[in-house]
């Protein structure tokens, strides 16, 4: 029998007491939409990787298996609806297991366990209807990073909710830089799976209902963490969901990376966690007692609207679906399967209000975020939270860049009195608006625009011969001999010794 490489936080399926959970007892209400679900695999040309199960040592281009719920048109919701079975064939294949036997699946994954129970939990019926036509529109999209080596379908009851309430989940698998394995939870491969979920934010850009301005990233235990840096590097990401995320208690892991720059961490971030584990799991398991209440990366944040609850029913595996229906039962730290249930329903719900609240900007769901649990009608027995505002950042030369990009940088003077107006702390710098003055003029299509930054740039340093002898290059790139005359003129009236403007104006001249 093979063994799986734990996270290092998954430290909590030790005892003996088994499951009685079902789908329908987990209780999640649909949404307006009918759900469609669809896999297959992509290959990333750029990196290798090894299928162990192959025996052969053979370096392929590697696999991205992918996992898609959607808000779908089905005619007859009846109709090949799919079972939890059908998602555990999924798990097979992306464990490079496919011609397992079904007989041994529940014995062969250590995750699940052979019982009365779990053989129950595969002939149930899920929302999702396989390969079904998506709906016409488009829908914010939410990208899953999975636990350590987990399934891209470990959350599915979940991902059908959303998906029923108008979102498309990606996901894909946890999985090692060159074969199925991680190392441990290092850097590495926290980098890996970052990765791996770039390239489903690549794959976004290939379906016509998918919001390419309105993504989230979601991901449970190591998911979590990776996603906290994919967010530092990629500035298309609206909004984080961190299931239990071990960004909270590996935050080390996340600080050796080069991208590692909180300041970048600018979005709305929410992080759910397990209980407290008990004084008697810490000791036998020799589990560090700050893991309870240590939280740096949230301590750490100041430019994000965080917020940080705990699920006192939960322990860390049932914040995943599979958790919820097939882990066995830790005696000295779990609650009743109805209470991990009931947190479970919770737990979709929060997500779904925070989602609701960053991308679709209801106004309703904004207020449930910010209401305290007792508020929303939530024992505090059963959820806690904190929360805090981002800090105000300091307005600077990228921001305005921004600003004067989505203008395309017309009528930059007007905007930057504006800006100044509101930000009087604003400093752009000569050399930085020159820079981009010069990559604008000399790339095809964008001259127009680069004269447009050296008329502002002037107009904040009026003395800088520089700045008019650069804008008379972009004239004269233009063919306007008239304009880039009368600047090189003005450059040699600030600096009669800039040999450049001089060497100019002589072959304009002659």
Sequence with gaps: MRTIILAILVLFQVCSLTGQTSLKDINLKNGAYNVGFKHYTKIDSTRLYQIENNFDNKLINRPIPISIWYPAEIKNSNSNRLTV????????????????????????????????????????TVNAVSNANFLEGKFPVVVYAPSYQASSIENFALFEYLASNGYIVIS????????????GGTTKDMETQSRDVEFLLKEIHNYDSMNSDSIALMGFSFGGLSNALTVMKNKKISAVVSLDGTERYNYQVLEKSPYFNLDRFTIPYIHFAQKDIPEEVLTSDKIPAELNYKFQLYDSLKYSNASSYKFHDL?????????????????????????????????????????????????????????????????????????????????????????????GYRDLISLYEKTVAKHSKLELEEGMLNNLGIRLSFNAGKLEQGINVFLLAIHIYPKSANLYDSLALSYLYNQDNKNAIANFKKSLELDPENQHAIDKLKQLTE
Aim: cysteine-free.
């Design 172 to 183: 894909s698998p946890s999985r090692g830089t060159n074969k199925r394995w991680l190392e």
């Design 85 to 124: 079975l059908d998602y555990l064939e999924i798990l097979k294949e992306e464990e490079e297991s496919k011609n397992l036997p079904n007989e041994l699946l529940l014995d062969w994954f250590p995750d699940l366990g052979d019982t009365p129970q779990n053989r129950a939990h595969l002939r149930e």
């Design 315 to 407: 322990t860390h595996s049932y914040f995943g679906t599979i958790g919820v229906l097939f882990s066995y039962r830790d005696k000295r730290q779990d609650k009743s399967d109805a209470e991990i249930m009931a947190s479970y329903n919770l737990l979709s719900q929060h997500t779904l209000q925070f989602l609701d609240a960053t991308l679709k900007n209801q106004e309703s769901a904004k207020e449930f975020i910010e209401n305290s649990p007792d508020k929303n009608g939530i024992s505090k027995t059963v959820v806690s939270k904190k929360m805090k505002k981002s800090l105000t950042k300091e307005f600077d030369y990228n921001d305005f860049k921004d600003l004067a990009l989505n203008q």
